[in-house]
Structure formats: C-alpha cells, structure tokens
C-alpha cells in the first residue's frame, strides 16, 4: 500500500463531513474537515505539510467553492483539487473548468464512485 493521502474536505454540512470521514478511513486516508473556505484557508497556511487532494462544496457561507478555488489558485496550491456539490449552474461549472479544477461530482454522490474517482486522481 501506498503513502497515507491528506485530505482535506470543506464543506459547512456536517452530515457531508462525518459522511466523508467514513468513506476515506485510515490508513489509506487523513481526513482533515473544514467548514467553510475561510477555515481552509486558515488550515492550509497553518499545515506546512501540503494536502494531497482538497474536496470543496460550492455553496458555503463567506466564501464559496470558486472563490475558495480560485485561491488556492493564487497560492499555487499543488495538490488535486475536487468539487463535491449539487446544483451547478452552467456558469459556476465553467468557471471551475476554467480553473482547472480536477474533478466535478454531483450530490448526492454515490460512494463507490467518489472513492474510486479519487483514487484514480492521484494514482
């Protein structure tokens, strides 16, 4: 087996954080939750040690899944980045696009797929 992937998973609906949290169980993963992108951000500048993959909700209060992206961006943030949310607008869909972001999955999500899909982003 590999080296433990860091995660970090930021979204303000709990549910979505303890789900998280049993999808992507050690060893294999760490899973660190924050609850807006505000509290990422924060996270990030606090852990010298880099995460492997961020999983972003769009709508959060305070800064959204975009807004979010496009600082990591700024930060020349070096990891996979994935989005995790439901109802996205064609637009808002571009713009991550734009971004380059790696992966976009609706919710409700399937946990298989999302699993699955992750290991296949950093392999």
Sequence with gaps: MGATLKI???????AI????????ERPRYELTSARNGNDALARLSADPAPYDVIITDNEMPHLSGVELVRALRQRSFRGKIMVLSGHLTDEIRASYEQMKVDVILDKPFDVHELRHTLDLLVA
């Design 8 to 14: 970090l998973a930021v979204d303000d609906e709990p």
């Design 17 to 24: 954080g303890a789900s998280l949290s049993f999808i992507f």
